[in-house]
């Protein structure tokens, strides 16, 4: 069980996250391990362990707190969009998950390098209900609400809309990091705005 949040725990796990942020992003997640986290940290292995119950929380940790927010945004969209029209909620999530995935990307890919290691990682995302796929399904979920509300068309398709619009999110993350720059030169901005207008296009 993790133990109370004291300030000095707090301070402790704020400790070990930024470590293990830091590891994960130079070692890559399938290489590092609690141990060196901890001694990153300035703590104990058994100090990480009050605050975690293994790696897999950690990764989940590390992508839900110290990376940019992609599931909380869309779940406050959801529920308060404001005065913005679906194409101007489209088109902020869209930001925050190419920003994710450029952030995330460098941490995990080395688990697909051990088919060992991914089974065991996918093992353990399962049991504290986390993964990938949770963004997909949630973006689905806010466009299903869309569809019931009338911001949409009722013959849309929200699941294959989530999935156009987080794959070209997640591919310009993969060419910004694999070429470059110039493999992804259209601003984050103007490229937000492009595919939640064409993303509209097609289902509003």
């Known amino acids: 069980m993790p ?4 300030p000095a725990g707090a301070r402790t796990r ?10 994960m992003r130079t070692m890559g997640l399938a290489r590092v391990t609690t141990k ?3 001694r990153a940290a300035g703590c104990s292995e058994a100090a ?11 990764f989940v940790c590390v992508l839900q707190e110290r990376l940019p927010s992609l599931n909380s945004l869309i779940r406050r969209l959801a529920e308060d969009p404001g005065d913005r029209t679906a194409e101007e909620c489209l088109a902020e999530i869209i930001r925050s998950a190419a920003l994710f995935y ?3 990307m460098p941490i995990g890919s080395s688990l697909f390098a051990e088919p060992s290691l991914l089974q065991r990682h996918r093992e353990g995302l399962r049991k504290i209900d986390a993964g990938p796929h949770k963004p997909l399904h949630h973006l689905a979920d806010y466009l299903r609400h869309l569809r019931e509300s009338g911001r949409i068309r009722r013959d849309a398709d929200p699941d294959a809309a989530a999935a156009l619009l987080l794959g070209a999110c997640y591919q310009r993350a993969f060419l910004r990091l694999f070429v470059g720059e110039e493999g992804s030169p259209q601003p984050l901005d103007a490229f937000a ?4 207008r064409t993303i509209v296009a097609g289902i509003g």
């Open 48 to 58: 990480l362990y009050r605050h975690f119950s293994g790696k897999e929380e950690l």
């Open 14 to 23: 704020d400790r070990i996250l930024e470590a293990a942020e830091h590891l």
């Open 3 to 6: 133990q109370p949040r004291t």
């Open 36 to 38: 060196e986290i901890a």
């Open 102 to 104: 450029e952030a995330s």
């Open 193 to 196: 705005a492009a595919l939640a």
